[in-house]
């Protein structure tokens, strides 16, 4: 199969230089390497189009080198750079990726070195997969070194304005389907996403309607909403609506060929299948004013809203949720300290979250819904409001005696804690906590009290 990518590139630079376009596929595969998008142009994927990601280790060529970053210190090599990408557009405008033909990332690595920051390593990842050894900077720039000419996300823009996504297929999108960074204006609509990692990540991004979008992503999140420093400033993420999305955590690919698989039962880090909608793990600047509404969540993890890099997370409103087979906690708000930022950066705030109508079935006993902030930094007003949760039930008298460990550096994951206390509820160092119309179900018995709370008022 020939190589498309300079045709393709060559259409979108005539448009361009035309002062903006349409650039259509039609029916049939494309193999590619990178393209670079350019402001004012559509590229449209027409019925039976399926734009496939080359493998430089089997086609003769590679993808743009990643682009150096100063600011890369503070989050994963995936997160800081987006040239090395199948699709990539930097201060770009007014661009749209229509369908409804698919992306096929067949070619694209999932893989990607770790953050140069470091405090011992403590808080890289989930306290599930072990202690991290430590790396060598020589080490790292060797893994870095190996990522030149490897593509690992089918979509990634950075600094762009007014950008349309919709009615388009991805398969396997490398490290990220889509990686949005810096990006003021976007819309997402009638998305099916089946991938390997992160299916879509909003890094700093302002005014984003997400809709009708089925994520599915056993092996990471499903929509994350992020504020890492890889602008080289901390930047907020707000004005975010997200409406009538199903995330999932079946086996890959099965979500788009509708076989919805069952086999796979732990994600990379250890812990259950993942698929969830989150905000955080990166958190340098603030979440605010962000509405998750009327979405269902199927064999994944819950919602999680988290600060731990010293950003704030205030007004989140989050309302009529459905979730089935909740594979860790159906709700966990985490306020922690691990401060992977600049020199300075202290303790972050969480305040004014509200969750209403969220019915959530067979959760995984061991997680409870977790609300936790840190002795000092409590985590403020939050109301629970017309939640059934039904666990699946059994645990013990002894569950109920461990004692819970604070861990302020830690990743966040409901699993970091350990079997919750409770079966319904923990809660602690919280202010301002409300529940109106809450019940905590359990399919078999269980030992523990429906709620915990600890330095709570």
């Known amino acids: 199969m020939a190589l498309d990518t300079a045709a393709i590139n060559a259409a979108i630079e005539a448009a361009a230089d035309a002062g903006g376009g349409h650039v259509v596929l039609p029916a049939g595969r494309y193999l590619s390497f990178s393209i670079r998008l350019r402001s004012r142009i559509?590229?449209?994927?027409?019925?039976?189009?399926?734009?496939?990601?080359?493998?430089?280790?089997?086609?003769?060529?590679?993808?743009?080198?990643?682009?150096?970053?100063?600011?890369?210190?503070?989050?994963?090599?995936?997160?800081?750079?987006?040239?090395?990408?199948?699709?990539?557009?930097?201060?770009?405008?007014?661009?749209?990726?229509?369908?409804?033909?698919?992306?096929?990332?067949?070619?694209?690595?999932?893989?990607?070195?770790?953050?140069?920051?470091?405090?011992?390593?403590?808080g890289d990842r989930p306290l599930s997969m072990g202690p991290v050894e430590a790396l060598s900077m020589a080490a790292l720039a060797a893994e870095q070194a190996a990522m030149v000419g490897q593509g690992n996300k089918a979509v990634a823009l950075k600094h762009?304005?007014?950008?349309?996504?919709?009615?388009?297929?991805?398969?396997?999108?490398?490290?990220?389907?889509?990686?949005?960074?810096?990006?003021?204006?976007?819309?997402?609509?009638?998305?099916?996403?089946?991938?390997?990692?992160?299916?879509?990540?909003?890094?700093?991004?302002?005014?984003?309607?997400?809709?009708?979008?089925?994520?599915?992503?056993?092996?990471?999140?499903?929509?994350v909403l992020k504020t890492s420093y890889a602008l080289g400033e901390r930047r907020s993420t707000e004005r975010i609506q997200i409406t009538g999305c199903r995330v999932s955590g079946y086996d890959m690919g099965t979500m788009l060929d509708e076989t919805f698989g069952r086999s796979q039962e732990l994600s990379p880090d250890l812990d259950r299948v993942t698929g969830r909608i989150k905000l955080g793990t990166e958190s340098n600047?603030?979440?605010?004013?962000?509405?998750?509404?009327?979405?269902?969540?199927?064999?994944?993890?819950?919602?999680?809203?988290?600060?731990?890099?010293?950003?704030?997370?205030?007004?989140?409103?989050?309302?009529?949720?459905v979730m089935r087979d909740v594979t860790t906690a159906p709700i966990f708000l985490r306020l922690g300290d691990r401060r992977?930022?600049?020199?300075?950066?202290?303790?972050?705030?969480m305040r004014r979250v509200s969750i209403q109508n969220l019915v959530a079935t067979g959760i995984d006993p061991r997680y409870a819904a977790t609300v936790s902030g840190l002795p000092g930094h409590p985590i403020e007003n939050v109301q629970l409001r017309d939640i059934h949760l039904t666990y699946r039930g059994g645990g013990t008298s002894e569950d109920a005696l461990r004692a819970v460990p604070e861990l302020p550096h830690a990743y966040p994951e409901p699993s970091m804690f350990g079997v919750s206390v409770a079966?319904?509820?923990?809660?602690?160092?919280?202010?301002?906590?409300?529940?109106?119309?809450?019940?905590?179900?359990?399919?078999?018995?269980?030992?523990?009290?429906?709620?915990?709370?600890?330095d709570v008022s």
């Open 42 to 122: 559509t590229l449209e994927f027409g019925a039976g189009a399926v734009l496939e990601a080359a493998d430089p280790a089997r086609h003769d060529g590679q993808y743009d080198a990643p682009e150096a970053n100063v600011h890369d210190a503070y989050q994963d090599f995936g997160h800081s750079h987006w040239h090395n990408s199948l699709i990539w557009g930097e201060g770009v405008h007014d661009v749209a990726l229509i369908g409804p033909g698919m992306i096929h990332g067949i070619g694209l690595t999932r893989e990607g070195p770790g953050a140069p920051w470091s405090r011992d390593h403590i």
């Open 160 to 223: 762009a304005r007014n950008v349309i996504i919709r009615d388009l297929a991805v398969l396997k999108g490398g490290h990220f389907a889509f990686l949005l960074t810096g990006v003021d204006g976007l819309t997402m609509d009638n998305l099916r996403i089946d991938t390997d990692r992160d299916g879509i990540d909003l890094d700093c991004v302002r005014d984003a309607r997400l809709s009708n979008l089925r994520v599915n992503t056993p092996n990471d999140d499903a929509i």
């Open 340 to 349: 992977r930022g600049p020199e300075g950066t202290t303790a972050g705030a």
């Open 285 to 321: 600047g603030d979440f605010r004013d962000i509405e998750i509404a009327d979405c269902q969540f199927d064999r994944s993890r819950g919602l999680a809203i988290e600060t731990v890099d010293g950003g704030t997370i205030e007004d989140i409103i989050v309302r009529d949720i």
């Open 423 to 454: 079966h319904g509820l923990f809660a602690r160092h919280v202010r301002g906590l409300e529940l109106e119309r809450v019940d905590f179900a359990t399919e078999t018995s269980d030992a523990r009290p429906a709620i915990v709370l600890d």
